[in-house]
């Protein structure tokens, strides 16, 4: 079965700092996709990258980049040059087309907090 | 108005009342997702309609009843609820092959007293 592991339950960092929050995945499919998302104190879900197996370039999205190892399943998420409106729960999530149809399967998460 | 729209965002309710979520997309998408958000844990699939039919139903307990009476709107009945259900409940939708995968709604947060 798929499954994602996020190992930090909470990170601090320092306002105009860099961090790497990270996820491991686990999965027998060859062709798979890994997203990240940030879900404010609001609620909502913010789809923010997202990484396909196959491809061979690091997925960056303006302030966030994605570290991708393949060989050792990780899908770690860097956020460059924090600001206090990234303090948010991050998760880390997986497409899952067992069954036929698209569904994600999340990590438990890494809650953000941007220090000034 | 675009994107995932659920009412109501809050919603407090006894144990024996009925009560109904809403969810509406406009994003032409042809996948709708409800998803549970307990406190400390992950995120948990509750059921997944594609093309309005029902594909997946995660053992979720019968005093949860989803219907989706066309692609751009998905109801979540709930009646005889009990404390442990308090949660965030998650509204999604998505299309097939796109790479962007689900688009979120901002959830009800339910109490259930």
């Known amino acids: 079965a798929q499954k994602i592991t996020q190992t930090q339950p909470g990170m601090f960092v320092q306002e105009k700092e860099a961090v790497t929050l990270d996820c491991t995945y686990d999965?027998?499919?060859?062709?798979?996709?890994l997203f990240w998302y940030k879900q404010p104190s609001s609620g909502e879900m913010i789809f923010l990258i997202y990484q396909g197996s196959y491809d061979e370039q690091n997925a960056t999205e303006g302030r966030y980049s994605l570290n991708f190892q393949k060989a050792r399943k990780s899908a770690n998420l860097v956020i460059s040059a924090s600001q206090l409106g990234d303090s948010a729960m991050y998760f880390c999530?997986?497409?899952?087309?067992?069954?036929?149809?698209?569904?994600?399967?999340f990590g438990a998460g890494t809650r953000l907090a941007v220090h000034p | 108005e675009t994107g995932v729209t659920q009412t109501p965002r809050h919603l407090v309710m006894g144990m024996t009342n009925k009560k109904s979520l809403k969810c509406e997309q406009h994003l032409g998408h042809n996948a709708m997702y409800w998803y549970k958000q307990s406190a400390k844990k992950p995120l948990e699939l509750m059921f997944v309609y594609n093309f309005k039919e029902q594909t997946e139903n995660n053992s979720v307990p019968s005093r949860f009843s989803p219907e989706c009476p066309n692609s751009s709107h998905l109801f979540l009945h709930l009646h005889t609820l009990q404390p442990e259900d308090s949660a965030l409940y998650l509204c999604?939708?998505?299309?097939?092959?796109?790479?962007?995968?689900?688009?979120f709604g901002s959830g009800t947060r339910l109490t259930v007293v």
């Open positions: 999604a939708s998505s299309q097939d092959g796109d790479n962007y995968g689900y688009t």
């Open positions: 999965t027998s499919d060859q062709s798979y996709g």
């Open positions: 999530a997986m497409r899952d087309l067992s069954g036929g149809y698209n569904k994600l399967i």
